[in-house]
């Protein structure tokens, strides 16, 4: 019975074609039985199908072949070991053929005495083609091998070195081989090992960092590895050594010391303190700085993340500890947190805590390390800066922006729940203007903090007041039931304003029209509602002093109305829309035509013709009145002139325009109307001019000045509408005026009513006395003239001699030549005057 560890037969293919060789082969290995497993092929083709489809351990192939030779069989590179058979005398081809590759040879003799060597032969060919793969494999290995590899003698020279060596140290193979290893190691550099024998060597080898030089002299930086040689006979015939260049590791290490120390330095100089967390030890270093500067020990501070946490605020806990998680979790790329921490002296104080996490292979964090600074002085200075962006500066007061954002809550609130009821008190000084001009700003100034106090002093708790801006107000009511809450805070308001202030020594009263919205009308935005405050503060405004209007919707329909009127209006001026209409002056007297009064109106493109009336109260409130009163005067003084050309005769009559508050007060007065003179050549004395009572009394000093200026000059002055203002007769004589107009609503009740006769006749007599010319306006009937004539009133102008006339209608009347006024009205009744 074979045993199950016998050893497997070697399987050879013998390639030969001469049968009686290869039967005497096949006969040999039976006859000796030879463990050998034995196929034939008797030429190249067909020993190329055998290795093609079986597995083999050695070929014996003949030299000489029917279709070719033993070296093509060697050149079909089968990674097995060949024997060549040659024929007696044939060594040279044996030669040759061991040279293209064979592992050993038999030479044939006639007795075949070459059979006997086949054994030892194929034996000797297997260790061959053994040792010579091992040596292949190491060479290639070698080759491979990042490392620099070489060997030494037991003289210490070298024997064999790869690759990577030549490439590392510079030399080449000639070079290198032979010479003394000791030429790699750098003189008087500090060596963990030096050069070294087989016999100086630890059986197992040793390990140590050198520095080597190169063939350029350069110094390298290595860990070498090496190990005896030793052979079957366990003697000591070399030395292996493989070296590692540690340039870069030496390079990370150096600047990691650096890094280390600059750490060090750092840390020392820094005003931040350092902290350290060692995620998975539950441990944290805190620096000394980062002690000091909450006030504490070395020893005060443990270790724990407790330690930190318990001296965060409360309030801010919750925050540090969430961005701490998020920034572990991988959620954020650093972290960043501002916090209150508590100090050895038990205050809290703000700081910055910065930090980054170290991660794993797995993006785990084990390390988190960063800085803590204290910021509580800039956070301070952002407290006073958000303080200054949300407040009035000058009264303390929130500001717009803070109150639009409390009134956007209060709008939030009530849509969420209908019941939170609310309220807008919007409020506007009445003639703080007066006040500011006549004192100076630091009067007003002072005037709008005393107010703001006493505004603070009527709310309730959680009600606000702001300033707007110049001297509006506004005040949120929160939590209202019902206007009487509202009207009690309006009427706490009124009594606060209507006790006097004192400025600077003098005894000042004043009040405020207030415009209120309520929540009720239901709101969308708060700017809707602070919208509809002022519109009813206008209305208030309106209708007198210390008013208070409540909003409702059709307010917001006339405010519209009157911004596209507005609208309108700007485009107007743009466009020179305007007209002059010109309504006669007549003598009291006489009845004889005086002049005329230029009275503008505008031609618009969609109404048709608006007078004054309708228009010009909003031309004054947006500034527009100047432009349209100086173009006014220029269109009054060339019409006037051209007149004067025409009809010879009206060289003594006048034009009067009307001078608004901003043209009085403008400092180009006196020059625009100089040049609106020498423009049309229009002679002084043919233009009068007329300024409001309200107009003088603003500023007193200024008009006295203009005026004067003015009447230098030829040009007649009228007071218009007197009696409606707040003067009095007795401050008339400081001005240069000429002519004192009674309104029209005193002339035209002096028919029916005793009293306003009187006031009339009062007005009259003390203007004589004056040395001033009157004039009464909105005569219609023959009556009201009798009266002023009997009065002694000079001049009159109305609807009983003739209405606003166009331009056209003007040059009609002038054909019929200077008749006396009085006829010309009595001929109009019966139609004798044309119109157009």
């Known amino acids: 019975m074979t045993s199950s560890h016998a050893k497997p037969p070697l399987r050879l293919l013998l390639i030969e074609d001469d049968t009686v060789d290869r039967m005497a082969i096949e006969r040999f290995v039976r006859q000796e039985r030879l463990p050998y497993e034995l196929s034939v092929a008797s030429s190249t083709d067909e020993a190329k199908r055998l290795l093609a ?14 279709d070719g030779t033993g070296v093509e069989v060697l050149e079909l590179d089968t990674g097995l070991p060949v024997i060549v058979i040659t024929g007696a005398g044939d060594e040279e081809t044996a030669v040759r053929a061991m040279r293209a590759g064979a592992c050993d040879y038999l030479v044939k003799d006639i007795a075949r005495r070459y059979l006997k060597m086949l054994t030892v032969t194929i034996e000797n060919a297997r260790r061959r083609h053994t040792s010579e793969m ?3 494999t190491l060479s290639q290995a070698l080759t491979s091998i990042n490392d620099s590899i070489y060997v030494t003698d037991l003289q210490g020279r070298f024997t064999t070195v790869n690759e990577s060596f030549t490439k590392t140290y510079g030399y080449s193979e000639g070079e290198i081989l032979g010479a003394h290893h000791r030429k790699l190691w750098s003189k008087g550099a500090r060596q963990e090992l030096g050069p070294a024998y087989p016999d100086e060597m630890p059986p197992e080898g040793e390990k140590g960092e050198c ?18 040689i030793i052979d079957g006979g366990d003697r000591r015939r070399g030395v292996v050594t493989a070296v590692r260049d540690i340039t870069d590791r030496k390079d990370w290490e150096q600047a990691l010391r650096a890094s280390e120390e600059r750490y060090a330095l750092a840390a020392a100089g820094s005003n931040d303190g350092l902290w ?72 809290y104080r703000w700081v910055q805590t910065r930090g980054v996490a170290v991660r794993d292979d797995n993006d785990e964090a084990y390390r988190l390390a960063g800085s803590q600074r204290d910021v509580t002085d800039r956070k301070r200075s952002e407290e006073l800066l958000t303080h200054a962006a949300l407040h009035d500066v000058l009264t303390g007061l929130p500001n717009r922006a803070l109150f639009m954002d409390r009134l956007d809550n209060a709008v939030k609130r009530f849509r969420r729940r209908a019941n939170n009821h609310f309220g807008v008190i919007f409020l ?18 002072k005037l709008l903090r005393s107010i703001a106090r006493r505004l603070q002093s009527c709310l309730r708790v959680g009600d606000t007041v702001a300033r707007l801006g110049g001297d509006e107000f506004a005040i949120l009511l929160t939590d209202i039931k019902d206007l009487s809450e509202v009207d009690a805070v309006a009427d706490r308001i009124d009594q606060e304003l209507d006790r006097p202030f004192n400025i600077h020594g003098h005894e000042f009263f004043t009040a405020a029209s207030l415009g209120i919205a309520l929540s009720s009308t239901g709101y969308e935005r708060p700017e809707d509602l602070i919208r509809d ?48 209409y010109y309504q006669p002056l007549v003598s009291v007297g006489s009845g004889r035509l005086e002049g005329f009064e230029a009275l503008v109106r505008w031609r618009h493109p969609e109404k048709g013709v608006l007078l004054p009336g309708e228009f010009l109260a ?11 009163g100086w173009w006014v005067l220029s269109e009054a003084s060339r019409r006037m002139k051209s007149w004067q050309e025409r009809f010879p005769w009206t060289s003594e009559l006048s034009v009067s325009v009307n001078l608004d508050a901003r043209q009085l007060s403008s400092t180009e007065l006196i020059e625009r109307v100089e040049s609106e003179l020498a423009a049309s050549d229009l002679e002084a004395r043919c233009l009068q001019l007329e300024i409001t009572e309200a107009t003088i009394i603003e500023n007193p000093d200024l008009t006295h000045s203009i005026l004067s200026q003015l009447h230098q000059q030829g040009i007649r002055l009228h007071i218009d509408d007197f009696g409606t203002g707040y003067s009095s007769l007795s401050q008339l004589h400081r001005y ?32 004589h006395n004056m040395h001033l010319e009157v004039l009464a306006e909105g005569v219609e009937s023959h009556e009201q003239l009798r009266l002023l004539g009997q009065l002694g009133c000079e001049y009159a102008q109305g609807f009983l001699f003739a209405k606003p006339l166009s331009p056209g209608a003007v040059e009609d009347l002038l054909e019929i030549g200077p008749l006396p006024f009085g006829k010309l009205v009595v001929e109009a009744e019966v139609g004798l005057i044309p119109s157009r």
């Open 533 to 580: 405050a002022d519109t009813a503060m206008y209305r208030a405004k309106s209708q007198g002093r210390t008013r208070r209007v409540v909003f409702d919707p059709a307010m917001h329909d006339r405010a519209m109305t009157r911004l596209h009127l507005e609208s309108d209006l700007r485009r107007a001026v743009d466009r020179q829309e305007f007209l002059v």
């Open 211 to 228: 520095l080597h030089r190169r063939c350029d002299g350069s110094v390298l930086p290595v860990l070498i590895s090496r190990s005896p």
């Open 53 to 66: 489809s079986e597995i083999f351990d050695v070929i014996l192939a003949d030299y000489h072949l029917g």
């Open 736 to 767: 240069p005026v000429d002519f004192l107009k009674i309104d029209r609503s005193f002339i035209g009740r002096m028919s029916s009513n005793a009293k306003d006769q009187e006031i009339v006749r009062t007005i009259i007599l003390l203007a």
């Open 428 to 445: 506007d000084l009445d003639r703080f203007k007066v006040i500011n001009d006549s004192l100076g700003h630091s009067a007003g100034d």
């Open 276 to 347: 350290d967390w060692d995620l998975r030890s539950k441990r944290i270093y805190f620096s000394t700085r980062w002690k000091s500067i909450l006030g504490y020990s070395e020893e005060e501070i443990g270790d724990r993340p407790e330690s930190w946490f318990d001296l965060v605020h409360p309030e801010d806990l919750d925050l540090l500890k969430a961005q701490l998680e998020a920034h572990l979790e991988g959620s954020t790329s650093d972290f960043e947190n501002e916090h209150r921490i508590r100090t050895r002296s038990d205050v």
């Open 618 to 628: 909003v031309a004054q409130e947006t500034g527009l009145s100047a432009r349209i």
């Open 134 to 136: 091992e040596a292949r």
